[in-house]
Nanobody, 123 residues
Framework: QVDLVESGGGLVQAGGSLRLSCVGSARTFGDYAMAWFRQAPGKERELVAVINFNGVSTYYTDSVKGRFTISRDNDENTMFLQMNDLKPEDTAVYYC????????????????WGQGTQVTVSS
């Protein structure tokens, strides 16, 4: 069991930056691949980025490449999402998720989820 808690969301103007954090409860946090998903109103939950268990490998969806950076600190059981050059279309609830394998990409593949944090980007 991995309990996940996100923080760092808020309201920001277009072009601004935010840093999201996700803290995990388990002593085995470092065994899991971690991901950020987002869900905008009326839309399906979509994958944003994934990082493998030791932080060496990452994956980004095309729309955030070059703007967002996923990272993790296993000593602190924490994962981060640095979001730069934010756009109104980035507005969504952002969720962190955990899975034993880095191959997971679809939301149904992830075993554990946080409660979400709202990110709103004004134009």
């Amino acid at each position: 069991q991995v309990d996940l808690v996100e923080s760092g969301g808020g309201l920001v103007q277009a072009g601004g930056s935010l840093r999201l954090s996700c803290v995990g409860s388990a002593r085995t946090f470092g065994d899991y691949a971690m991901a950020w998903f987002r869900q905008a109103p009326g839309k399906e939950r979509e994958l944003v980025a994934v990082i493998n268990f030791n932080g060496v490998s990452t994956y980004y969806t095309d729309s955030v490449k070059g703007r967002f950076t996923i990272s993790r600190d296993n000593d602190e059981n924490t994962m981060f999402l640095q979001m730069n050059d934010l756009k109104p279309e980035d507005t969504a609830v952002y969720y962190c998720a955990a899975d034993p394998t880095f191959r997971a990409r679809a939301s149904y593949e992830f075993d554990y989820w946080g409660q979400g944090t709202q990110v709103t980007v004004s134009s």
